[in-house]
Nanobody, 122 residues
Framework: QVQLVESGGGLVQAGGSLRLSCAASGSIFSINPMGWYRQAPGKQRELVAVITSGGTTTYVDAVKGRFTISRDNAKNTVYLQMNSLKPENTAVYYC????????????????WGQGTQVTVSS
């Protein structure tokens, strides 16, 4: 069994900061990559940022310079530091990871967290 558990969401005023965390647990052999998506009300889920096991990062243009993704490979944890938050960043943020389990016959697949609400007030 593999689980992704997110934490760190909440309510913040515009211009404020939040740090999201997502820890993967279970029978994990490897994780690559890890990332964050978000889904705002009435909109499709979209990619926010991705990080490989080697530390290569990719961001959606709208968050470049304000959000930073990082990971602790030893803890199987990915973080999203969000600064200078704007009301349009309000969404449910989902952690995702491509995980190979200890059952080597099963190919790697996507796993998703349950989502954490981020609300930015104006």
């Amino acid at each position: 069994q593999v689980q992704l558990v997110e934490s760190g969401g909440g309510l913040v005023q515009a211009g404020g900061s939040l740090r999201l965390s997502c820890a993967a647990s279970g029978s994990i052999f490897s994780i690559n990559p890890m990332g964050w998506y978000r889904q705002a009300p009435g909109k499709q889920r979209e990619l926010v940022a991705v990080i490989t096991s080697g530390g290569t990062t990719t961001y959606v243009d709208a968050v470049k310079g304000r959000f930073t993704i990082s990971r602790d490979n030893a803890k199987n944890t990915v973080y999203l530091q969000m600064n200078s938050l704007k009301p349009e960043n309000t969404a449910v943020y989902y952690c995702t990871a491509v995980i190979r389990t200890l059952v080597v016959a099963i190919p790697p697949r996507d796993y998703w967290g349950q989502g954490t609400q981020v609300t930015v007030s104006s």
